[in-house]
């Protein structure tokens, strides 16, 4: 059950009485599980076929046998791929948010070359798009985390930056080490959010209304997924933001425990 209590008081500061309310919230609790368990179970069953249609794709795609076809239906081929590949990864999204808890894999990671690695893909969406890639990297960045998940963290919040830069622009992509904490940063000079929007980001399937309009795709699950990651760390995630103007990401997990003086 769900408990409000108000307090009432006079004028003059006095206590005047209270009210207390009691509502059984139960059901809304089971609701809300049986939803993320449907979500679940649909993206576990989702997963096999696609991967064995992704599987084919491949193997057609590769084959010697289909250079020799026309075109335009060797582009067929590669269109279907790429958007088998990209069904994948939603519900690989789909499962980690139904899932809730986040299971981390820690190991002493080279953060610098995850970084490298992330740019590298990046690159040539940035380029085909005309955004100008840019590092203020540390060369040298150690730290115990779960590289598939910073690799992730990592890849969301460069494709976000590359993608709602639709007019061109530049993202810059910073990480060091800073008070004991690895950070890192992805800074772009995009469309930027609305104060109230920014509200909202961090909401399951949010998205703003200028990135609808402008049709640019997405499903509103990434930023989510790398808040979870990032808080699984024991991090925490922040952003500053101005419509028009651009957005600055900001990933701050710390490295080591600091010791107390008196250790
Ligand atoms: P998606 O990009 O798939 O929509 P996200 O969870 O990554 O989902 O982001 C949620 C929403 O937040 C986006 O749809 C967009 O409206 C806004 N957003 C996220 N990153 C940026 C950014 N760098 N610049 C402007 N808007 C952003």
Known sequence: ALAVCARAMHEQGEFAGSVLAYS??????????????????????????????????????????????????????????????????????LLTTASGTMHLQRSETDVAELVRVALDSARPRATAIGVDLDCDCEAELRASVDP????????????NAIKYSPDGGKVTVRSRKEDGNLV???????????????????????????????????????LVITKSIVEAHGGRISFSSELGAGSTFRVEIQLETRRSRQD
């Open 184 to 222: 890192l940063e992805v800074e772009d000079t995009g469309i930027g959010m609305s104060e109230a929007d920014q509200r909202d980001v961090f909401t399951k399937f949010f998205r703003t209304g200028q990135v609808k309009k402008a049709a640019i795709p997405g499903v509103g699950l990434g």
């Open 24 to 93: 059984d919230v139960t059901e809304m609790v089971n609701a809300l599980n049986a939803r993320e368990d449907f979500v679940s179970s649909v993206s576990h069953e989702l997963r096999t076929p696609l991967t064995s249609i992704i599987g084919y794709l491949d193997l057609v795609v590769d084959d010697e046998e289909t250079s020799r076809l026309p075109g335009h239906l060797v582009n067929a081929l590669e269109v279907a791929q790429r958007n088998a590949e990209r069904l994948l990864l939603l519900v690989a999204d």
């Open 148 to 159: 598939d998940r910073i690799s992730q963290v990592l890849d969301n919040l460069l494709s």
